[in-house]
């Protein structure tokens, strides 16, 4: 029934590995979304995606890949895991048109880098 | 680019009190204003919405103010209750774009 899943919900992984953090919404949304969480940043953009096979750059892409295969689904590639990209990952998606900024999360995937 | 600043980042209350949380933003030209919830281990859960013709909004014990002149948004808990527990997050978003930047967020307890 939601709308909005994350897989894994959790995941560690070494120093220097490739992580694949995937988002699938059966909202029939235009837009997808990925973001991380931090203690005291908020939630900040990495990439976002308005249309399938197509990628854009949020505020914070270095580090990342994003792959919108369909419109369903949207991943998130991290090719060399770091330390510093231990968070709380997020996928979201929204309509296109007035109602964008009304954004669905899905349960988040927690990140442990080692 | 837009600024967006939340207070307070901690809040208390206790059961049946009020609970407001203020968001400042600088870009006169944001028009959506959003309030989102997120509960322990979850993801983040739309609350309400606004657009900037809308000063006041009020739905199921919540209220959002929308002061354009101040650039301030806030969100009232009319009698909150410990299920009201949790991380609120503001959000402004421009009109023409995409993105949507989020407070830093306040974490709400209700005292019983």
């Known amino acids: 029934e939601a709308a909005v899943t994350q897989s894994p919900r959790s995941k560690v992984a070494v120093t220097g590995g490739k992580v694949t953090l995937s988002c699938h919404q059966t909202?029939?949304?235009?837009?997808m979304y990925w973001y991380r969480q931090d203690t005291g940043h908020g939630l900040r953009l990495i990439h976002y995606?308005?249309?399938?096979?197509?990628?854009e750059k949020g505020d914070i892409p270095d580090g990342y890949k994003a792959s919108r295969p369909s419109q369903e689904n949207f991943s998130l590639i991290l090719e060399l895991a770091s330390l510093s990209q231990t968070a709380v990952y997020f996928c979201?998606?929204?309509?296109?048109?007035?109602?964008?900024?009304?954004?669905?999360f899905g349960p988040g995937t927690r990140l442990t880098v080692l | 680019g837009e600024q967006v600043e939340q207070r307070p980042p901690h809040l208390s209350v206790r059961e049946g009190d009020s609970a407001i949380i203020i968001c400042t933003y600088t870009?006169?030209?944001?028009?959506?204003f959003s309030w989102y919830k997120q509960e322990a281990g979850a993801g983040l859960q739309l609350l309400m919405s606004?657009?900037?013709?809308?000063d006041r909004k009020e739905e199921q014990g919540l209220t959002v103010l929308l002061n354009k002149k101040d650039k301030r948004l806030s969100l009232n808990l009319t009698a909150a209750h410990p299920g009201d527990s949790a991380v609120y997050f503001c959000?402004?978003?421009?009109?023409?774009?995409?993105?949507?930047?989020f407070g830093k967020g306040t974490h709400l307890h209700v005292l019983p």
């Open positions: 979201a998606s929204s309509e296109l048109g007035d109602n964008y900024a009304e954004q669905f």
């Open positions: 909202n029939n949304h235009d837009y």
């Open positions: 995606s308005y249309v399938a096979d197509s990628t």
């Open positions: 870009d006169s030209a944001t028009a959506y």
């Open positions: 606004v657009l900037s013709n809308v």
């Open positions: 959000a402004v978003s421009p009109t023409n774009a995409y993105k949507v930047i």
